[in-house]
């Protein structure tokens, strides 16, 4: 069946250091993969979007690649810093089907 | 712009009864999706309305029901609730519907209402 796994459930890093969240994805149809950074309280805050016919995009301090030969997915943050902490999810959108399946998530903590 | 606001932000119900969850797109979004978030599932899609029509569905009883009005603000419905049903509901919203490409579309999400049933 569809699923989006996450490698580590856990990510801690040091303040000022890039983090790298890993995720990987089975449905090779799926077209359309996104990130969420969720803190506590909130809803999922979109970070950044990427379509299957792009293997790398970049935002403001964050870069998603995808290697669609693996079926893996990555969410990179330059110069981490105390305000990232938080859980990261990552999803995929097959084909026209109106959902979107989300990975368990990655805690990522920041350490002063 | 305001984001996609959802009411109440709390409640607490008991077995057997009922609730309705309420839900304010991003304005000019027509698309609004609802998601159900659990410590032990997840995030796991409900469904998904766009012009006040039930495009998509997810694996859920039918006692989860929804709608959409024709201002695009949408409500949920759980009946004869379960302790199993405790969990944060989350409404998103996006321009075209994640039905077709979303590229520059993408879901934006609410902060929830969290359903705690006794």
Known sequence: GESVGLHLPT????????????????????????????????????????RSNMDKRQGQRVTVLLNKTVKHLSLQIAATQPGDSAVYFCAEKGGNTGKLIFGQGTTLQVKP | ???????????????????????????????????????????????????????????????????????????????????????????????RGTGYTSYNSPLHFGNGTRLTVT
Request: with cysteine; charged share 15%.
């Open chain 1, 11 to 50: 990510l801690s890093v040091q303040e000022g250091d890039n983090s790298i969240i890993n995720c990987a994805y089975s449905n090779s149809a799926s077209d359309y993969f996104i990130w969420y950074k969720q803190e506590s309280g909130k809803g999922p805050q979109f970070i950044i979007d990427i």
């Open chain 2, 1 to 95: 712009k305001a984001g996609v606001t959802q009411t109440p932000r709390y409640l607490i119900k008991t077995r057997g009864q009922q609730v309705t969850l309420s839900c304010s797109p991003i304005s000019g979004h027509r698309s609004v999706s609802w998601y159900q978030q659990t410590p032990g599932q997840g995030l796991q899609f409900l469904f998904e309305y766009f012009s006040e029509t039930q495009r998509n569905k997810g694996n859920f009883p039918g006692r989860f029901s929804g709608r959409q009005f024709s201002n695009s603000r949408s409500e949920m419905n759980v009946s004869t609730l379960e302790l199993g049903d405790s969990a944060l509901y989350l409404c998103a919203s996006s321009l």
